[in-house]
Structures are given as C-alpha cells and as structure tokens.
C-alpha cells in the first residue's frame, strides 16, 4: 500500500514560473516530483496546497505525494534538500492518512506582502518587497483593509478569468504592521483566493495610502465588481504564502 507523505517546502519563487507545472518554463511542482522521483525511482505527482504565481514566494507551502517508497521520512528529506537547488527546501515530511488532499482540504490560507516605504530603495529587500518612495497612511491603508473582513465577491479584485464564475470569498483576518526599516507588512487570511486578489488588494490599498482613495471609496470598490476601478496589480517579489490551515 502507497503511503501519503505530507512535506512542507520553501521557497524563493523569483527563478520559477510559479508551483504549477508548466510545459517549457521551470516550476516548483515540477522541480520536486523530478528530485522526489530521483530518490524514489518511481514516478512522483504532487499536489500542492495553492499555485502561487510566476515569482512569488513560500514560506510554508504545504504539498503531498503518495509514495511505495519505505525511506524513513527524515533520511527523505535530507536525500530530496541534497538535490534541490539553494532556493529551495523542504522543511518537513510527515506521514499523513491516505485520505489526506493537501488542496481540497484546506480550511485557510494566509499570505503576507511587504511594501519597503522608504526614499531610498532598499539593496538588501529589492526581491522580497516593493518599493514605494512615496510616504504612506498607513492608518488610512489599515482601515480599509479591515473592511474587507467577512464574506464578499472579490470581482473588483480578480484576474479576468472566464472560467471562473464564483467569486464570492471569505476574509477571516487582516493586519497591517509597520516593521522595522521602513518595511510595511500586510496579512490577508481567508477561505479561498482568487488569482492576484491578494496583489490587486493591496496595489487599491496603496492609492488608499497615497490619498487617491477614500476608505469608502476602497468599498465601494467591492460593491461595484469591476476590476477596472482597483488599483493596479502589485509586483509578485513582495508576496509570500505564510501559512496554510488544516
């Protein structure tokens, strides 16, 4: 009987086209299932908790693959991180209960995006933030991401994908942080996400910053469904899966 191993992966999207696999551009999805496969000379699927997009990274991606492989799960990790590149890793492998689907039985999700909100840019957070000269309200940013708490369509939000055609979502909790060093960190945990609502959330929360946009405006947004009127889509380098829930 196959075991199902569930792993917990890093990973700095930057040099990948997302976790999906993809036909001619390297992917996280497919980086794994090629080192996996290596260490169990079988033919390795993986099925990843999210998709983050094309340079986007992962602090605690969460995945699962099944396995007829009898390698003890800490001799595994090791001999799958001795193989994979430097930008990434698996942080943990734990054996799970053949039923367990780590995509399908996601309770929520939370992702993080740093804004570095200095007038001068920063060398050492270039690929893990962006960067914004301008000084923000971010009094004004955090009262309007707090609107976006409950249960809401996010079409002002969304990619314009044709196939999907619910997007209703739930936002269990938000937070903004003024960090050290000029860094600005928003957390955004909900149910679901649709493609870029956490990006284009946060480019609307900098017109809000900015004082292009009144809070009410900002919902108002909401109300309307139409992706015209947010703001524009924030750049992939600041955003990061932080935690999936189970």
Same mark, same amino acid.
């Given at each position: ?30 980086? &794994?299932?090629?080192?996996?496969? #290596? ?37 595994l990790r090791h001999g799958i991180n001795s193989l994979l590149p430097k930008d990434v890793a698996v942080k943990h492998i ?37 960067? #914004? ?13 707090? &609107? ?77 469904k139409d992706r015209r009127l947010a703001g524009v889509k924030a750049p992939p380098q600041g955003l990061f899966l932080m935690?999936?829930?189970?």
């Amino acid at each position: 009987m196959k075991r199902n191993l569930k792993m917990i992966v890093e990973y700095n999207g930057a040099g990948y086209h997302g976790w999906q696999r993809q036909k001619n551009a390297a992917s996280i999805q497919q980086l &794994l299932e090629e080192k996996i496969g #290596i260490i169990t000379r079988e033919e390795i699927k993986i099925v990843g908790a999210g998709r983050t997009d094309t340079g986007v990274h992962a602090i605690n991606q969460v995945a699962n693959f099944k396995t007829e492989s009898k390698i003890e799960e800490t001799r595994l990790r090791h001999g799958i991180n001795s193989l994979l590149p430097k930008d990434v890793a698996v942080k943990h492998i734990l054996e799970v209960e053949g039923v367990f689907h780590a995509r399908y039985d996601v309770k929520s999700k939370i992702y993080l995006y740093q804004i570095y909100n200095e007038p001068i840019r920063s060398v050492m957070y270039k690929d893990y933030s962006w960067f #914004i000269r301008q000084p923000l309200d971010t009094e004004r940013m955090r009262a309007a991401l707090i &609107l976006l708490k409950g249960t809401h369509d996010f079409s002002s939000f969304s990619a314009a994908d044709k196939d999907i055609t619910n997007r209703v979502r739930t936002v269990m909790d938000v937070n903004l942080i003024n960090a050290r060093c000029g860094m600005i960190k928003i957390y955004i945990e909900a149910e679901g996400f649709l493609r870029y609502m956490v990006r284009n959330i946060v480019g609307t929360l900098v017109d809000v910053g900015m004082g292009k946009l009144s809070t009410t405006e900002f919902m108002n947004l909401i109300a309307m469904k139409d992706r015209r009127l947010a703001g524009v889509k924030a750049p992939p380098q600041g955003l990061f899966l932080m935690e999936v829930k189970y």
